[in-house]
């Protein structure tokens, strides 16, 4: 499976931001997509994941702010981003795997990143 995020931009707190993974390769739908961040000096740190039927999961850091949603007949997986905070500044991965899980070692495929950069 090939991954490719877009989205990702400068906003102020309080704004909103949607990041799109757009997935090429494999049958979309059979895989469990999932979405992690990485800040500078970081490790890589769960944000959310989609079973291929649509079953959310959220890290409470995110949870209540971001939302996610697949679309299996455009082969893409969104998050969408609300009342964004400076905390939130990483750059953000799109990841795909066969079961879905909050560690990001267990994710086989992965896309190249876009940066979300928050200002206070």
């Known amino acids: 499976v090939q991954l490719q995020a877009s989205g990702g931009g400068l906003v102020q707190a309080g704004g909103s931001l949607r990041l799109s993974c757009a997935a090429s390769?494999?049958?979309?739908?059979?895989?469990?997509m999932g979405w992690f961040r990485q800040a500078p000096g970081k490790e890589r740190e769960f944000v959310s994941h989609?079973?291929?039927?649509?079953?959310?999961y959220y890290a409470d850091s995110v949870k209540g702010r971001f939302t996610i949603s697949r679309d299996n007949a455009k082969n893409t997986v969104y998050l969408e981003m609300n009342s964004l905070k400076p905390e939130d500044t990483a750059v953000y991965y799109c990841?795909?795997?066969?079961?879905?899980?909050?560690?990001?070692?267990?994710?086989?495929?992965w896309g190249q990143g876009t940066q979300v950069t928050v200002s206070s």
């Open positions: 989609i079973s291929w039927s649509g079953s959310q």
């Open positions: 990841a795909a795997a066969s079961v879905r899980t909050v560690l990001a070692g267990s994710w086989r495929y």
């Open positions: 390769g494999r049958t979309f739908s059979n895989y469990a």
